[in-house]
Structures are given as structure tokens and as C-alpha cells.
């Protein structure tokens, strides 16, 4: 079992910058892939960026140039940097990890809220 501790979420202003992070812990666990998705009211759960064990990175259309994902393999961490951001860009915000046998962990989300 994994658990997920999300943390970094709150309101900012458009063009400000906000940073989330996501530990994970857990007994017997081995980690693949981390990442995050959003969900804006109304509108289905989506990709924000997402980060593989061997390195690779991939960002939803709508945040890439803007968002940065890292990790801290050591701590099992994942790191959201959001730059410019927009009131579009509000949305709750979940933790993703999936393990080496394909199994998906979701974070109990934090919310974003951008102004305009």
C-alpha cells in the first residue's frame, strides 16, 4: 500500500508561481512513475505532467513551457513547478504514482485557485 501526502496548493494571482509536492511512503513498494493531474469543475480529470523512473517527462499541451516536473527518487518526491499561471490553470490538483507492477496510487488532491 502507498500513501500519498500532497502539499503546496493555494491562491495566487495570474502570472504568479506556486510549487506542489507529493511524498509518497509505504511499505514494499517500488516506485515507476510519478506525476500529477487536475480536475476543474465540470470538466473531466486530466494530464499535467508526469515523470518516469528512467527519466522521461511528459506534459499535458495546455502547461508545457510553463510547468516543470522533478522527483527526488531518494525521498520518493515529486515537485510541481507552476509558473505564469493562469485563472484557467484552477483545478484541484492530484498526486499520481504508479508502481513497477502497473498499479496507480492517487493523493486526496489539493486545490489550485488562480485570480485574475
Known amino acids: 500500500q502507498v500513501q500519498l501526502v500532497e502539499s503546496g496548493g493555494g491562491l495566487v494571482q495570474a502570472g504568479g508561481s506556486l510549487r506542489l509536492s507529493c511524498a509518497a511512503s509505504?511499505?514494499?513498494?517500488?516506485?515507476?512513475?510519478m506525476g500529477w493531474y487536475r480536475q476543474a469543475p465540470g470538466k473531466q480529470r486530466e494530464l499535467v505532467a508526469t515523470s518516469t523512473e528512467g527519466g522521461s517527462t511528459n506534459y499535458g499541451d495546455s502547461v508545457k513551457g510553463r510547468f516543470i516536473i522533478s522527483r527526488d527518487s531518494a525521498k520518493n518526491t515529486v515537485y510541481l513547478q507552476m509558473n505564469s499561471l493562469k485563472p484557467e490553470d484552477t483545478a484541484v490538483y492530484y498526486c499520481n504514482v504508479v508502481d513497477l507492477w502497473g498499479l496507480g496510487y492517487w493523493g486526496q488532491g489539493t486545490q489550485v485557485t488562480v485570480s485574475s
Open positions: 509505504g511499505s514494499r513498494f517500488s516506485i515507476n512513475a
